[in-house]
């Protein structure tokens, strides 16, 4: 088997079964691999029958051969190019500059001041309660 195969190789094969876990691929006669749910497709898939059915011919990308259980790991997706995120709309115009952030530094310590001293509060409150 890995006299014919190697890793990294990229070769077309069949898809011969589908199950919930992935799909069968023939990638000769007498050889099948696995393409386990998550190297169908990039990003999530609920529903591998949305993406592949018996029939059909793939590119696929040996990722591993364990020539002792007699086992081969494929991917789809990666003989894919990989999706660019979608950009965001942007929700101002184009000409105005994005509103200035209040980021002042004694502001945030002013806020850190006040949680401390309501949580040392609340803690003398609790110890007070607990030595009655």
Do not use: C, W
């Not at 696929?60 to 190019?81: A, H, P, R, W």
């Not at 999706?83 to 200035?100: G, Y």
């Not at 952030?101 to 001293?117: R, Y």
């Amino acid at each position: 088997m890995s006299e014919k195969f190697q890793v990294g190789q990229i070769i077309e094969g069949t898809v011969t079964g589908i199950k919930p876990f992935g799909a069968f691929v023939s990638l000769d006669a007498t050889t099948q691999g696995l393409v386990h749910i998550s190297h169908i497709t990039h990003g999530y898939l609920e529903n591998i029958n949305d993406a592949i059915k018996v029939g059909d011919t793939v590119k696929v990308k040996i990722l591993s051969i364990d020539s002792e259980k007699g086992k081969i790991s494929l991917s789809i997706k990666e003989t894919q190019e990989k999706p660019r995120p979608a950009s965001r709309p942007s929700s101002r115009p184009n000409n105005s500059k994005p509103p200035k952030k209040e980021t002042s530094v004694g502001s945030f310590e002013d806020l850190m001041k006040d949680f401390l001293k309501v949580s040392n509060d609340r803690q003398a409150d609790i110890n007070k309660r607990l030595n009655r």
